[in-house]
């Protein structure tokens, strides 16, 4: 009888071993939550294609918040939803703004123990539900869009937020965010850029989450799904123009572009496993057709061996808990 040269199941004959030859880890750290804060509302609400997760009054929030850096998780990114959009988002940098008084209220609350994140995007604020300014033809102007960033930028930093997260897509954002942040005097904000972010059918359950009021979609600045090559080349211009930390979202149907933009940068990069994402886990788990937490850490830790730093997700607190 012949024996196998190699045999790789030694490796894997019992759970000490297992663990201790594991070659990806997630750690409680590496998991930020996103979290929604609503004005005007007196009690949370639940968010009905996203089981388990609300919109927020603040102090909700606050308590939210707390529970996070209990858990060890390592930052918390704030979308705000205002009672009033208007044509340019001009919640979006007012300083007395639901977004802006959540920041400020969490960097008070847990400044220390979490990274405090703010989402900067026009998109909740307007009343039209797209990224940016409108042109006269109803397009996304790009440059208009910039200078609104840059206020939205300041608003957010003089609010407190340690990182900004730049999800709007437009052309220049990180350069026109760096040199409105620098010539403030915040030189030690973050920012990280959404790089590659694709419009896609996984964002559903998150426009319920945030009342979008858009018509239409945004395929004008969101890439096309079928681009990779685009998709690194977005994360170079982003660390060029002074990214410290890029994003891909979402995150599994695009593991293969976030293999593709860690081995081509080198800052930290992020994935956003995004509301369609959870919602799919979340209603085959409620079907009985998938183990719950089985496909929540699977999902997870290929997102982390696909070459993600850190990773948006909804379960933040619970898998960071499983970690504990």
């Not at 300083?95 to 909740?124: K, R």
């Not at 930093?157 to 350069?175: E, P």
């Not at 959404?194 to 989450?209: I, T, W």
């Amino acid at each position: 009888m012949t024996f196998p040269v190699h045999r790789p199941r030694r490796l894997r004959q019992s759970p000490a071993v297992r663990r201790l030859m594991r070659e990806t880890h997630l750690a409680p750290s590496q998991l930020v939550l996103p979290a929604f804060v609503r004005e005007g509302i007196a009690e949370p609400v639940e968010i009905s294609s996203m089981p388990g997760v609300r919109q927020h009054t603040l102090d909700s929030l606050r308590r939210a918040a707390v529970e996070a850096a209990e858990a060890g998780v390592g930052g918390i990114m704030l979308f705000g939803v205002p009672a009033v959009r208007d044509a340019v988002g001009s919640g979006a940098d007012d300083p007395e703004g639901i977004l802006n008084v959540a920041v400020s209220a969490l960097a008070s609350e847990v400044g220390d123990a979490l990274v405090v994140q703010a989402d900067l995007c026009l998109d909740e604020f307007t009343d039209h539900g797209h990224c940016g300014v409108l042109t006269p033809e109803g397009g996304v102007d790009n440059d208009a869009t910039l200078e609104r960033y840059a206020a939205m930028a300041l608003a957010q930093a003089r609010a407190g937020a340690t990182l900004l997260g730049l999800s709007g897509m437009m052309d220049g954002q990180v350069a026109a965010v760096r040199e409105a942040l620098e010539s403030e005097g915040f030189v030690d904000t973050i920012v990280m850029a959404y790089s590659a972010k694709y419009a896609g059918a996984f964002y559903g359950p998150f426009r319920e989450a945030v009342d979008s009021q858009l018509k239409g979609d945004r395929r004008t600045y969101q890439m096309d799904p079928g681009n990779a090559r685009e998709g690194v080349r977005e994360a170079v211009i982003d660390v060029e123009e002074g990214a410290d930390i890029v994003m891909v979202k979402p995150a599994l149907p695009y593991l293969d572009v976030l293999a593709d933009v860690r081995a081509a940068v080198d800052v930290p990069v992020w994935a956003y496993q995004v509301s369609g994402e959870y919602a799919m886990i979340e209603a085959a788990s409620a079907n009985g057709w998938i183990d719950r937490r089985g496909a929540i850490e699977e999902s997870l830790l290929g997102i982390r061996r696909a070459g993600a730093d850190a990773i948006l997700t909804y379960w933040a607190v619970e898998a960071a808990r499983w970690r504990r």
